[in-house]
């Protein structure tokens, strides 16, 4: 009898487990599916057939709306958007993991040399920000950087108020705060002490508190809550982005392989390239290219 | 007389009835017991009752499976990590710079730590006095409406706590002590709001449990109310107190959306009151967006450091109980 009931027991329990592997290798095989790439030309101009984008957080939002609408023009074609970051994506992109390859930062030298073919599709802008009470209106590259270091602690030392400086700023990981601090910190720590909020709107909100405080968010994000300081006597806007003279600017970069020719990557870049794909991009939040 | 009499008649007359019901409802009784022994008899009986036992086995199952699956995941993620950097530098390298390589949760540690007791610092003794001030003196109509306001608070979801300290503690803070506002000081104060209903609700249950023959020989012998509360009622009740505090305190270790909010994230062991800092629980919910790869299993780890903590606490939990119950005993 009792011997019964642990068998009962047992074969329960094996139940259970037996269902919650269903389920989770349900969840888990839509992960580790193997990105199809290739082109099934069936016999017509159709695009058929799968392709891979990976790379760069700070691209993979702009990516998704893009390929969303190119999947709705192309019924045949299936975009899978994957992140990873830069460095992941200019990776992926030269061993032939990923189809297109996306980066948020400028290739370095050896990457260069892999044989990739680099397509600039958007700039971003990164903004800094202080309360608009705040009687500056400009700052040099060198005292921002100073002050994410700690090495300028009060306003007054740059000709503003007599009060400390709150330093806000984004966490580990972020696309922005990597930007920021390869553009602005030329790869130095921040400041220990400052201030971490995990969201652009969150460091926007915290700085329109706070009248002693500095922040940095992207171009698109800045309204009347915050002031957005000149950088070297440069306003921080679109024109400026796109001649070059604002300087804390990244470009969006899509890399696919020169020796590889892959129908559908290329009708992509070239539908993102076009205006159509160029007016979602800055609807989207980044400053097109044209 | 005659009205007696027939009270006396009408009284027999219904106890008959009654009689005769009952052996109605008897004869009735019988019949569904035959029915029963032949459904006993025949396996039809089993049926239902076997499903409707299957049913709420399996839900303790799945429940149980889940809670299985969650720690293997946890640990299975994030211990190759703490081995790969070793568990002493893991908790208390001071360095958390995890793009670079560097995982070092040793201020979120501490940062957990010390919030945590500044919340119950002051949290602790309020809650108490208010607890013996709902027990034992205000007037029981008093005290029903204490309990229901205590409910809401504890209501309350913890965003809207941590909005609250945002907006009007965190510049108050700002103006009139200095500093950024965001600091140890107010993730003290909102968490400590947080925890009072716990440690309130437990504790006044833990004084209302004290016999009241207790109280009342104390009073019968002399002694003052006060005396009766300060000798008799706390120590009596003082294990109920203690699962409160440690109740309290896991709730403060675990709590994350409101000390994000209001303590500046910044990994660092706070100097001062006003500095900021970070917990362990903050770590996770900050950083996991954009997290991959190493960078993630730390982020595990630190959730496997926190599973620990709050394993240990319960373990705790139960020793101090089962001591309660021994001195109760005696």
Not at chain 2, 264 to 280: Q, V
Not at chain 2, 293 to 322: K, P, S
């Amino acid at each position: 009898m009792y011997s019964e009931k642990l068998r009962r027991v047992g074969s329960f329990i094996i139940l259970g487990l037996l269902l919650l592997a269903l389920v989770f290798t349900s969840a888990c095989s839509k992960n580790l599916s193997e990105p199809e790439s290739g082109v099934k030309n069936g016999g017509n101009d159709e695009l058929q057939g799968s392709i891979t984008i990976a790379g760069s957080t700070s691209v993979q939002p702009f990516t998704e709306v893009l390929a969303e609408e190119f999947q709705s023009k192309n019924p045949g074609v299936k975009i899978n958007v994957q992140g990873g970051g830069s460095s992941q994506g200019i990776e992926t992109a030269i061993s032939g993991a990923a189809d297109i390859g996306a980066s948020s930062r400028e290739l370095k030298d050896e990457e260069k040399k892999a044989g990739l073919k680099e397509t600039t599709i958007a700039l971003d802008a990164i903004a800094i920000v202080v309360h608009p009470s705040n009687r500056l209106g400009e700052l040099k590259m060198e005292d921002v950087r100073n002050i994410y270091l700690g090495n300028i602690a009060n306003w007054k030392e740059l000709g503003g108020a007599d009060a400390p400086i709150s330093i806000v700023c984004r966490e580990e990981g972020s696309g922005t705060r990597g930007a920021f601090e390869e553009i602005v910190m030329n790869k130095q720590d921040i400041f220990a002490k400052s201030l971490i909020q995990n969201s652009t709107g969150a460091v926007r909100t915290t700085v329109a508190g706070d009248k002693n405080a500095i922040g940095f968010i992207s171009l698109a994000a800045v309204n009347q809550d915050v002031k957005a300081l000149k950088i070297d006597g440069v306003l921080p806007a679109v024109d400026n982005v796109k001649n070059g003279s604002y300087k804390i600017s990244r470009p969006f970069i899509y890399l696919t392989r020169t020796a590889s020719d892959n129908k559908i990557a290329d009708s992509f870049i070239e539908f993102v390239l076009s205006d159509e794909g160029q007016n979602i991009l800055g609807n989207e939040g980044a400053i097109s290219i044209k | 007389m005659n009205g007696i009499i027939e009270g006396k008649i009408t009284a027999v007359k219904q106890h008959n009835n009654r009689e005769e019901k009952s052996q109605i409802l008897q004869a009735k009784a019988g019949r569904w017991e035959r029915i029963l022994v032949i459904l006993r008899k025949s396996k039809a009986r089993f049926i239902p009752e076997i499903l409707v036992e299957r049913l709420l086995m399996l839900s303790a199952v799945v429940s149980i499976m889940a809670l299985l699956l969650i720690s293997v995941f946890i640990f299975s993620r994030g211990v190759p990590l703490i081995a790969s950097v070793g568990l002493g530098d893991f908790l208390f390298s001071l360095e958390w710079k995890p793009i670079q390589g560097k995982f070092g949760i040793g201020a979120m540690f501490v940062g957990s730590l010390l919030l945590t007791s500044a919340s119950l610092a002051w949290a602790v003794p309020l809650g108490l006095l208010t607890a013996i001030f709902m027990a034992e003196i205000a007037p029981p109509p008093v005290g029903r409406i204490m309990t229901r306001m205590v409910s809401l608070l504890a209501g309350i979801p913890s965003v809207v706590y941590g909005f609250f300290g945002l907006v009007i503690i965190v510049p108050l803070i700002r103006n009139y002590l200095g500093g950024t506002g965001m600091s140890v000081l107010a993730g003290a104060i909102i968490l400590g709001i947080m925890i009072l209903p716990t440690i309130i609700n437990i504790s006044r249950d833990a004084i209302q449990a004290v016999p009241l023959v207790y109280k009342e020989s104390s009073l019968a012998l002399g002694a003052s109310h006060y005396q009766t509360i300060g000798r008799l009622i706390l120590p009596a009740a003082s294990s109920g107190i203690i699962t409160a505090v440690v109740l309290a305190m896991g709730r403060a270790i675990g709590e994350t959306m409101a000390v994000v909010m209001v303590t500046g994230n910044a990994a660092i062991i706070p100097d001062s009151l006003l500095a900021p800092l970070r917990t362990m629980t903050s770590n996770i919910v900050l950083e996991m967006g954009y997290a991959a790869g190493d960078h993630q299993a730390a982020l595990f780890a630190t959730g496997a450091i926190l599973f620990i903590f709050i394993l240990l606490l319960n373990l705790l939990l139960n020793f101090i109980r089962r001591a309660g119950k021994r001195y109760a005993g005696n």
